[in-house]
Nanobody, 116 residues
Framework: QVQLVESGGGLVQPGGSLRLSCAAS????????MGWYRQAPGEQRELVAG???????DYADSVKGRFTVSGDNVKNTMYLQMNSLKSEDTAVYYC??????????WGQGTQVTVSS
């Protein structure tokens, strides 16, 4: 059973940066796709950024040019570098991974709060 554990969330001022990490208990190469989702209070969970096992990436329009998703197969960790943060980026951020067999794994979430 693979576990995903997020870290790196916190309170940051508008315009600031944070880097989220998603550490997998097993090899992230087991996942054909991984991604970061977020959920703000009263809102549905939305996809923020995704990365395939081949290294292709995709982003929500709202974060393009500001966020960067990457993976480290040696450290079995996925990252989300978030720059130029805005108040509307405030949410709980979740790590997700899907295996080739179609099994989905989720982390427990990490809170990101952008406020002055």
């Amino acid at each position: 059973q693979v576990q995903l554990v997020e870290s790196g969330g916190g309170l940051v001022q508008p315009g600031g940066s944070l880097r989220l990490s998603c550490a997998a208990s097993g090899s992230i190469s087991n996942f054909v796709i991984m991604g970061w989702y977020r959920q703000a209070p009263g809102e549905q969970r939305e996809l923020v950024a995704g990365i395939t096992s081949g290294g292709s990436t995709d982003y929500a329009d709202s974060v393009k040019g500001r966020f960067t998703v990457s993976g480290d197969n040696v450290k079995n960790t996925m990252y989300l570098q978030m720059n130029s943060l805005k108040s509307e980026d405030t949410a709980v951020y979740y790590c997700h991974g899907r295996t080739g067999a179609g099994r989905n794994y989720w982390g427990q979430g990490t809170q990101v709060t952008v406020s002055s």
